[in-house]
């Protein structure tokens, strides 16, 4: 089960009760003032606890006004010359509550700790590294099943990620003796020049071999190629593995967004990092 995504005029909004949210993905120019309000009332109408968008720093002071609060900033996030703004609104006291805040707040000193220090990962003659295809999704989603008992969206369905292939994503893999043992994704926003480094998995049995570290490095290669500016990502603060190789790659902490997504079986909270390419 994952929410909708349906555009509102020019803006792009993803909403439903599976992250128990209203996230506006993107917001057009024309959009910015009345789509607060408008977001608001299909929280309400749908009673869901949160509103999380994602803004040009020129459209802040419209949420502002509307009790939206800021959770995290990428400086020149939009062509690398307009930041972007990670606003809040919470529509009930316990979805601010972080019931995790402590083994986060570790999880993220850790991070920070190895910042820039930087890993060397080699793969071994029976791994081998690839761009994913179409014939490839059929693995690849059951590798995101294994992984992940739930998702903000629908990665371990086969039919979504040719649809996003053939879109604005790119799908990275590692196999080893020809099985895929690991994914990761570039989701690509090239009107702006940005793009999430997103969708890490690496099978239980075969962690902690720097995959995910490795899969950043060449994701970093393709994206630079592209001409892509600014690179950030959307992490599960309580992981500090994904934490810390971003760290590692010298992506910069731009904050924390508050019990957010719904992930691996419940809704998280999730650190904002970001770096130039």
Excluded at 83 to 106: G, I, P, V
Excluded at 152 to 181: C, H, Q, W
């Amino acid at each position: 089960m994952c929410d909708q995504i349906e555009k509102i005029a020019g803006s792009l909004i993803q909403h439903g009760p599976f992250n128990d949210r209203v996230y506006l993905m993107k917001l057009a120019t024309d959009d910015f003032g009345y789509l607060p309000s408008t977001i608001e009332e299909i929280a309400q109408e749908n009673n869901y606890s949160k509103i999380f968008s994602k803004i040009p720093i020129s459209a802040k002071e419209y949420f502002l006004n509307r009790g939206h609060i800021e959770e995290a900033l990428i400086p020149g996030f939009f062509n690398g010359s307009e930041d972007a703004c990670f606003m809040a609104k919470y529509l009930s006291q316990s979805r601010m509550q972080e019931l995790t805040s402590h083994e986060n707040t570790s999880v993220l000193k850790a991070a920070v700790s190895k910042f820039n220090v930087s890993k060397d990962v080699k793969l071994s003659d029976d791994e081998q590294f690839i761009v994913c295809g179409e014939a490839d999704t059929p693995e690849m989603a059951d590798l995101y099943r294994q992984v992940f008992p739930s998702y903000p969206f629908p990665i371990s369905d086969a039919t979504y990620l040719l649809e996003t292939m053939y879109e604005n994503f790119v799908y990275f893999g590692i196999r080893k003796n020809g099985k895929l043992v690991a994914v990761s994704s570039c989701e690509m926003d090239t009107a702006d020049s940005n793009v999430e480094m997103t969708d890490f998995a690496t099978l239980p049995e075969l962690r902690g071999k720097g995959y995910s570290y490795y899969l950043l490095d060449e994701m970093e290669k393709n994206m630079s190629d592209t001409g892509i500016k600014t690179a950030y990502t959307i992490a599960r603060a309580r992981s500090y593995g994904m934490n810390t190789v971003f760290s590692r790659h010298s992506y910069i902490y731009a904050g924390t967004l508050v019990n957010n997504t719904n992930i691996s079986g419940g809704i998280e909270s999730m650190n904002v990092w970001y770096k130039k390419l």
